[in-house]
């Protein structure tokens, strides 16, 4: 074994769908000079095996993040998490009352996640939970960055978020395919085109909170070696 390798910075990226919210990762753990491993959970198999396709050195499995989440939570450096977001948004809300989609209770595996990561996680490991400004005021306080909110056991810096501009049908996946700079007509699942390229957090963003959080982690290490140095 080579003493010298650096130890895996470990990643859990749950939701995953096509990656949206990782797609700078390597990008930020290049320039720290870090050994990222990531392990992506998808539970729509298409979803997976792009995001695979995608990302060809993570570790892609095919099952329910809620539960994989309760299963591992302890292996990993940092959690990403981007519950699924309709039942909480203002657009639902509003279709929903007016007779287009049928009403719902909204989905709490979102809240659920949040109090399991603040009181069980350790406080080595940071995290994110991500999801759509609520139609109602959301049940645990988030901090609000463009038109999402994070959960989070850290700051997480106020950043200038790329705007598009929605239109309806073929139109709008092209401005979202350019946005993201991913081509999601390659996607052949049971979902609609539109809605996965709507799933994806802004890659920006992604970069930014993942900047934070490393930061973070690599200062409490310096701050940790140098103690341990002077003893």
Not at 67 to 83: A, G, M, R, T, V
Not at 94 to 122: C, I, N, R
Not at 198 to 212: H, K, M, P
């Amino acid at each position: 074994m080579n003493t010298t390798e650096k130890k895996a910075f470990k990643v859990l990226n749950l939701y995953a769908c096509l990656g949206g919210n990782r797609y700078k990762w390597d990008e930020v753990a290049e320039e720290a000079g870090i050994n990222m491993e990531v392990t992506a959970v998808e539970l729509d198999p298409e979803a997976a095996r792009l995001y695979k396709e995608r990302f060809q050195n993570d570790i892609v499995i095919v099952a329910d993040a809620h539960q994989y989440l309760l299963d591992h939570y302890k292996e990993f450096d940092f959690i990403w998490s981007s519950p699924p977001c309709p039942s909480h948004s203002r657009a639902r809300y509003w279709s929903s009352k007016g007779g287009k989609y049928a009403v719902e209770y909204p989905d709490l595996m979102l809240y659920q996640e949040v109090l399991f990561l603040q009181h069980f996680t350790s406080e080595n490991t940071k995290w994110v939970v991500e999801n759509v400004i609520p139609y109602y005021e959301p049940l645990i306080q988030a901090q609000e960055r463009g038109r999402h909110l994070y959960w989070s056991n850290f700051i997480i810096p106020k950043f200038e978020c790329r705007k598009i501009q929605m239109c309806q049908g073929s139109g709008e996946v092209d401005r979202l395919c350019n946005f993201h700079d991913y081509d999601f007509r390659q996607y052949k699942g049971e979902q609609p085109t539109l809605k996965m390229a709507r799933n994806l957090v802004d890659y920006e963003a992604g970069r930014t909170i993942f900047e934070t959080a490393l930061g973070i982690i690599r200062k409490k290490d310096i701050r940790q070696t140098s103690i341990f140095d002077e003893l």
